[in-house]
């Protein structure tokens, strides 16, 4: 957000402006992008701490732009948000996330489940969870292999709305997870309601972990809490060997991270490799 202060046009302000030409141009560049085949999926491994086998793989959207190169979700989800354009944007990382899993099953290849981040607005989508179960026909890909991950604090937003959605979610077989726990502010009662399969613990805590009594305090409570509940906990942007340790002593189940995979192309050329041995 731009500084208000003493100047009150703050609409003609020249740097707000820019912002304003930048967002028309990202919008059009993105309209383009999508009907161009622009945006690939990296998939993030996320693996058993205990035992290091790969579980799943988190699905994470770039955009080979024409000129500018990669570019990473913070250059463009805001304005795909705001211009609505994240709706068919979203759809498509769906599809291409069961495309994925087919091509694995009819490679004869070990099934990998894969987990989609959904954000706010396609959340208000009336129509998600039908075009979710279209698009689950379509491709053929069993709903069991795909997780959703949704933001902790875009549940609590609208918590009944939320369950309701959820619940119709699991009903068709996917997975739900929430994304960047903690940094919301749900209670233990609410957590309770939530039909979730998933609970992944925010980088933020993780990263504190060897410097913060009360992170690591924090940490073992949500892990602990979660057990509880029967969810699993994945902890989220795991850097180094100690943060590891930590995570694994508490009883966290499973992580991710550049200590362990960065998000790439293809992260199966290893796991395909050792299998097919
Ligand atoms: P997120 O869902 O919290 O995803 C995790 C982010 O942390 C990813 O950033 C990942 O590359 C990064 N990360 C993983 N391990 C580490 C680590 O060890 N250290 C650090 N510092 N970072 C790590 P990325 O790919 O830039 O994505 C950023 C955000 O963009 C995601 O945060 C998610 O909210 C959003 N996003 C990504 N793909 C999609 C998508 O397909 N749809 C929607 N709606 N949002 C997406
Ligand atoms: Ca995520
Ligand atoms: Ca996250
Ligand atoms: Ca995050």
Redesign the pocket.
Known sequence: AKKQGKNCYGFFDPVLQHDINNMMQVEEELRLALSDRQFVL?L?PIFCLQSRALKKC????RWQHPERGLL???HF?DIAESTGL?IP??YW?FRAACDKVVERIQAGLPAVPLT????AN?LKERDLVVQFERILQETGAPAALLEL?I?ESLIMEDMDQAVLLLEQCRKLGLKVAI??FGTGYSSLAQLKKLPVDTLKVD?SFVQDLTLDHDDRQITAAIIAMAHKLDLDVVA????TEEQFEILLNYGCDMG????LG??VPDPFVVLDQATSR
């Open positions: 990296h993030q988190e699905v994470l959207i990473f979700p913070g989800i994240i944007l979203g990382v989609v981040n959904v954000s396609q991950e933001t994304d960047d980088r989220e942007g795991i850097e991710q991270g550049y200590l960065r998000p």
